[in-house]
Nanobody, 123 residues
Framework: QVQLVESGGGLVQAGGSLRLSCAASGRSFSSYAMGWFRQHPGKEREFVAA???????YYADSVKGRFTISRDNAKNTVYLQMNSLKPDDTAVYRC?????????????????WGQGTQITVSS
């Protein structure tokens, strides 16, 4: 069992930056592949980024080159650095943990989820 708590959300102007954090407690954090997903109002949750236990990273095409996922196993935390933000990035962002060996872009392959944090990008 692992608990995930996101932080770092808020309101930012287009072109700005934010860094999200997801702190994990419980079972060994390094045992999990980690991912970030987001959900726009009225739409399904979509994949944003993922990082494997060996630090291999994956990104959705919509955020590639603007967002960076990283992890600090000593702090039991995964980060999402978001640069050049656009109004289309407005969503609730949730982190997730997967016991799979490799990171995955499929939300049903994640075992644990945080509650989410709101990001609003104004134009």
């Amino acid at each position: 069992q692992v608990q995930l708590v996101e932080s770092g959300g808020g309101l930012v102007q287009a072109g700005g930056s934010l860094r999200l954090s997801c702190a994990a407690s419980g079972r060994s954090f390094s045992s999990y592949a980690m991912g970030w997903f987001r959900q726009h109002p009225g739409k399904e949750r979509e994949f944003v980024a993922a990082i494997s236990r060996s630090d291999k990273t994956y990104y959705a095409d919509s955020v590639k080159g603007r967002f960076t996922i990283s992890r600090d196993n000593a702090k039991n935390t995964v980060y999402l650095q978001m640069n050049s933000l656009k109004p289309d990035d407005t969503a609730v962002y949730r982190c997730a943990a997967s016991l799979r060996l490799e990171a995955t872009i499929l939300r049903y392959q994640y075992d644990y989820w945080g509650q989410g944090t709101q990001i609003t990008v104004s134009s």
